[in-house]
């Protein structure tokens, strides 16, 4: 996980007092590799069920480090929805060419739909990763 890190192998700074974590670039990549993300989703399987504010703070930090974006239009009372921007996509070292930001366009007809199988998926993860 080097490609947040400097020659001193510290934290990357991206701005004069944001220092970002190796457990911030694991919820980037988790968002990266759900496409899309809810707070809920990255709160179970980085965070734990009772840290929801963790979670929210981590996901703001991102947010305003411009490596996550909220994706607009949804109502007062729907849950925000992460997706790894073009910087984040960059300083992460994931594909920056037009096909892979082509495939990773947002698709609002099937957005429900996929949110719906990423609870799913966030579901196994979490439960392979339970001992018994």
Not at 30 to 39: F, H, I
């Amino acid at each position: 996980m080097s490609s947040m890190k400097n020659d001193a192998n510290r934290p990357v700074r991206l701005r004069r007092q944001l220092t970002l974590t190796l457990r911030d670039e694991r919820v980037a990549r988790l968002v990266d590799t759900l496409g899309y993300a809810t707070v809920a989703q990255v709160q179970l399987l980085e965070f734990g069920e009772g840290n929801r504010s963790r979670a929210q703070t981590r996901l703001s930090i991102l947010r305003q480090a411009g490596l996550l974006e909220v994706l607009p239009g949804r109502m007062p009372n729907e849950p925000a929805i992460y997706v790894v921007s073009r910087k984040g996509r960059e300083v992460l070292g994931l594909g920056t060419s037009p096909e892979d930001l082509h495939s990773r366009r947002v698709q609002y007809a099937r957005l429900r739909h996929t949110i719906a199988i990423n609870d799913c998926r966030v579901r196994i993860i979490r439960a392979t990763r339970q001992p018994g």
